[in-house]
């Protein structure tokens, strides 16, 4: 089979295709051989090639934790892999974390429910644990996640919804989203931006996932009991050190989120339930992920080009036809 598969570590320019032998699934049935429609590609996946994420890598690599395809039976499902293995024509995916998809549910879609939405569910529900007439800052807005935060967070009654957007047009994208006030990030006034955008009082709940200045200035920008959820750290820089007594003043929180702990804390509540939610609002026309970008397997160095170049918007997804 082709696959993107990894000899050394490095940046999108390690990402070639590579005639390897399939994967075989193991006897006891943990695992399901599928045929590879897309695989989705997430930011963490850039930070797994240069092995600088949360978890260690290993040599020869396959990116890629969720895939969209075919099992033996010709059901067509979505799920996770074991973390890696996605790029490529055959992958082998867990039955516990896999869905059934209908025909028609283009690639983007099928997989934005996979990290993306389930990412975007829990930042809110689990982590932020938002409640009904609270503000909410979305950074990144019209990303993967992003987009269908500022959604959710509309859905869930969430008062003032605050986006930051690279560009006018990424901004005017959240604001059809959904968002009340859309932001550039990289103002040089974004925490006093967003205190005013909550009337004074500053956000309730912060999604940010860049690091750096953006982390400081959503930390300043935080209300009385505000929680600062960090999923993320795509400027590949550290914020500012929090010192501890600087989390009293105001009490805030700081609280990272990494989805894989839902998964593995529970599968049912971490995976399955909100999974089912997401697509029931879906179905019923309540959440439009958007059209995000699709590319050939040959080409991932350049959707890796540009996710980190803040070129895409939505879901980014390698198809392995048409290459």
Known sequence: MRAIQLTEFGGPEVLRVAEIPDPMPPPDGRRVLLDVEAAGVNYADTHAVENSYLSQQSLPLIPGSEVLGRLPDGRRVCGFTDGSGGYAEKALVRPADMFEVGEEMPATTALSLLVQGLTAWHLL??????????????????????????????????GTIVATASTPEKRDTALDLGADIALDPEADDLADSIRAATGGKGADIVLEMVGGAVFDASLAALGRFGRLVTYGMASRQSGTPVAPGSLMVG?????????????????VAGVAGPFAELRRLIDEGLLRPLPGHSYPLAAARQAHEDLRGRATTGKVVLTMNGD
């Open 125 to 158: 529900r689990t982590s932020g644990r938002m409640r009904s007439g609270e503000s909410v800052v979305v950074h990144a807005a019209a990303g993967g996640v992003g987009s269908l935060a500022v959604q959710l967070a509309r859905l869930w009654g969430a």
């Open 251 to 267: 009490s805030h929180s700081v609280i990272g989120f990494w989805l894989m702990d839902a998964v593995a804390a529970d599968p």
